[in-house]
């Protein structure tokens, strides 16, 4: 069955024209994948095995509207072209300007196909004909971690040529056909072409070559896909049948304690459902012999917001600070510059979410909380070693990073103000106790997940090779035993919309 990807409307405007894509937990899907795999491995070069996977990735993302085909292809040769002149310009005056064409004309459509409803709302009052059209032209899924791929591979390119770099992220490329094709793999890998992970150009291309069937890691494939089609359709799913009561006008029913509750429950279902995903992207991806990188790393035991950054969506901190923050000037230029860099950068990683000023503001009250955590770094209460510091550290991060997760919640941020004024009004009602045993059965999974993290982490470390050799496979086919008898309604994947 295909599903909706959610778009957000803007101001007044309309929704933007949905689309019907293919999901990791469809059917289609797994048909896909079983054949993919079958010619994969049949195939007897790896040239012939990345155009499997490029014919296949290309299937999968032009599954209900192939015309979005175009734009992608666009962005495959613009970054292609771009990367190829830097990599063969022997004039640093050109390899600048091409390294600059690749990285402007990518955000130019990133801007274009993502924020050009955000700018009409903003600064004009009414537009109508032509660009009035182009407004409703539908959000292309994935563009912005397509093009986040296309700056990497640019930029990596240009660094290492400009640094003197024999090994060039790119390799030994002998033609610009081949270039071309590897650029387009590089881009449609299915696993993380619509949601990521990011993966930096300088660690992908050099995995490209021959793969064979006995160099699969079995078990970590197996693994991975196992608790991310558990986070997802066992917890994220059916947390998302609760966590809609935040949601305007059916907030107005629940006493303020049953909103806390259920704000609980949508911070544990965002998190299943990203980590979910990534996981399933790394199991997928290791099946066809390709690392990807960790995205989520237990983020809600960090006890500090950089550490939090650090263990969340991990791959898009680290493209931020690799691409943005550091080019700013990082941490070395100063304390209040420090500050401002932090600030716009978590700003931008708040725009990149979502085409709505509650992203950016989203992006500033993570900023805002490692700027002020910067300025406390020093005091008793974060260098304090003692248990119970710790746990209200943690519980610290938890509840300010869960009061974000309200504007992704409701991107329309009247909706926002609404939801505290029902706080406020209801803060007598009487207290319901069935949705919140529901949001605790299904918000287990995720604290013992958490919790058993840190008990692997905790000495002596027998127990836990001990867990992962006894232990660890009857609790992965317990898992895979209530995917399949308690899978929620399937709703598409939270990050399909960014």
Known sequence: MLYFAN???????????????????????????????????????????????????????????????????????????????VDRSCDPVWRRAWAGAGVGINLLVLIFFKYDRLIATTFLANPGGLFGAMLMIPLPIGISFYTFHGISLVVDVFRARQRGDEKCPIGDTRSFFDHCKRTFFYLTFFPQLVAGPIVKAKDFYPQMGRKALRDIHWYGAVKALIIGFFLKSVVADNLAQQTFVLQPPYCYAYSALNLAAVLFGYSIQIFSDFAGYSLIAIGLARLFGYALPDNFRFPYISQTFSEFWTRWHMSLSAWLRDYVYYPLGGNRKGRHRTYVNLLLVMALGGLWHGASWSYALWGLWHGSALAVERVF????????????????????????????????????????????????????????????????VYSAPVIFYHLLYQFRMTPPRELAGLWSTRVEPWVLGLMLGIIALQAGNPVPFIYFQF
Request: glycine fraction near 4%.
């Open 377 to 440: 770094r020093e005091t008793r209460f974060y260098l304090s070693r003692k248990r119970w510091v710790q746990i209200s550290r943690c519980l610290l991060v938890f509840v300010v990073v869960t009061l974000g997760w309200l504007l992704f919640k409701l991107p329309d941020f009247s909706q926002v103000r609404e939801l505290a004024g029902v706080f406020w009004q209801n803060r007598h009602q009487r207290f319901s106790m069935t949705v919140p045993l529901l949001i605790s």
């Open 7 to 85: 778009t957000e409307s803007k101001g007044t405007w309309p929704p933007r024209p949905g689309g019907a894509w293919m999901l990791f937990t469809d059917r289609t899907f797994f048909l896909l994948l079983a054949g993919t795999f079958l010619f994969y491995y049949l195939a007897q070069s790896a040239a012939w095995q990345i155009g499997v996977l490029l014919v296949a990735s290309l299937i999968f993302y032009a599954w209900s509207q192939p015309y979005l085909l175009l734009l992608l292809a666009f962005s495959a040769v613009l970054s292609s072209v771009t990367s190829y002149k």
